[in-house]
């Protein structure tokens, strides 16, 4: 069984983890920015680069010491090189490169927004054939799947990422950063009926999204009410995550319906929204449809998923060229 180090800096988590075969999860090891950018209201890209030049040689050290590993024991070592900010991909695709050359072995390059998209799958040596749901702060994506290797990007958003719009209306409702997660534990004491905001783009026709004018709705709706109080937060939360949630299940169910497929998945740090898990799970079960979800651990950003994507491209007999560049903007052709 092949043993992977898989180092993932794409945004603010410097996040090692090590893997043997597909499912032998050796280190999982995640030092979150979070509380750093929180105090700047989202993440500022050089403090991120900065702190993981900081943090990345402790985490690998940490991560091969879990394991109990040396260097010289890894059969390939693998980064994510995109998508995400240029600065911070750099620190882990120049970590993992300088190892691969000390110590010879062969270096992966791996796509952040694959590692999402398999993760559902985490632990299977063979991916099947489904429409997936990507959703996190930088992308959302859907993809018609065949199997690994095997994507087809069916719509993605026109403006903000779903995660984006999370974090933002959060900082204009005054919750802390990241937002999702706040807007989440709200959300559940309120009523998503109480106000009306928009679906952007749920009768285009099409598989695409836009999350800006929800965004620009609640601004609006804020400037018009001001400052919410203690009774209406939860109403407001309920009511803007209903308005994302709708249009995400619409849609994926829609490209599920127009490829003939069975099975469904949800990955990226807002498949961890627990209404959009609830209510997607709801009506699978209604349609028939099989759904899977990452598990714990590997919702928001981690290493380990990295790992598993890189495990598939081990097996694929895959390795990337140790002067391959990072790739920081989102390119549906090298998915
Ligand atoms: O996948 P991820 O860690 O990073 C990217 O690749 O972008 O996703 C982070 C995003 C953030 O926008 C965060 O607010 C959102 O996932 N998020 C959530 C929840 N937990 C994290 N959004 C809605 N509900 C949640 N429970
Ligand atoms: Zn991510």
Redesign the pocket.
């Known amino acids: 069984m092949p043993i992977l180090l898989a180092i993932e800096t794409?945004?603010d988590?410097t996040a090692a983890a090590v893997l043997r075969g597909f499912d032998g999860v050796l280190a999982h090891e995640i030092f979150s920015q979070a509380e750093i950018h929180s105090h700047f209201g989202g993440v500022v890209p050089e403090v991120a680069s900065r702190n993981h030049l900081v943090s990345a040689p402790a985490i690998i050290d940490s991560a091969m010491e879990k394991a109990g590993l040396r260097i010289q024991d890894l059969d390939a070592i693998a980064a994510t090189t995109g998508p995400?900010l240029a600065s911070s991909l750099l620190v882990g695709a120049a970590a993992a490169k300088g190892l691969c050359i000390g110590a010879g072995k062969p270096f992966l390059a791996i796509n952040?927004i694959e590692g999402?998209l398999l993760s559902p799958f985490f632990g299977h040596e063979t991916i099947p054939p489904h429409t997936a749901l990507v959703?996190?702060?930088?992308?959302t994506l859907l993809l018609d799947v065949e199997g690994f290797g095997r994507y087809r990007l069916l719509g993605r958003t026109l403006d903000d990422?779903?995660?984006?719009a999370?974090?933002k209306v959060?900082k204009l409702l005054g919750l802390g950063y990241?937002?999702?997660?706040e807007?989440?534990?709200m959300a559940r004491s309120g009523n998503p009926a109480r106000f009306e905001f928009p679906r952007g783009m749920i009768d285009s026709g099409d598989l695409d999204f836009s999350f800006s004018g929800l965004k620009t709705a609640v601004r609006t709706f804020l400037e018009k009410h001001g400052t919410p109080s203690v009774v209406d937060l939860p109403d407001i939360c309920a009511s803007f995550?209903a308005a994302v949630i709708d249009v995400l299940i619409s849609k994926l169910f829609k490209a599920a319906r127009q490829n003939s497929r069975r099975v469904i998945s949800l990955?990226?740090?807002?498949s961890?929204?627990?209404s959009?898990r609830s209510r997607s799970i709801e009506r699978a079960a209604g349609e028939g449809l099989e759904i899977h979800f990452p598990p714990q651990g590997l919702?928001?950003?981690n290493a380990l998923m990295i790992a598993f994507a890189a495990a598939h491209h081990l097996a694929a007999g895959h390795s990337h060229p140790i002067d391959s560049e990072i790739m920081p903007n989102f390119n549906p052709h090298i998915l």
Do not use: K
Request: hydrophobic letters at 30%.
């Open positions: 794409s945004c988590e995400g952040h999402h959703v996190s702060g930088g992308h990422a779903a995660g984006e999370f974090d959060a990241p937002g999702g997660i807007i989440d534990r995550q990955s990226g740090g807002v961890a929204n627990s959009l919702l928001t950003d």
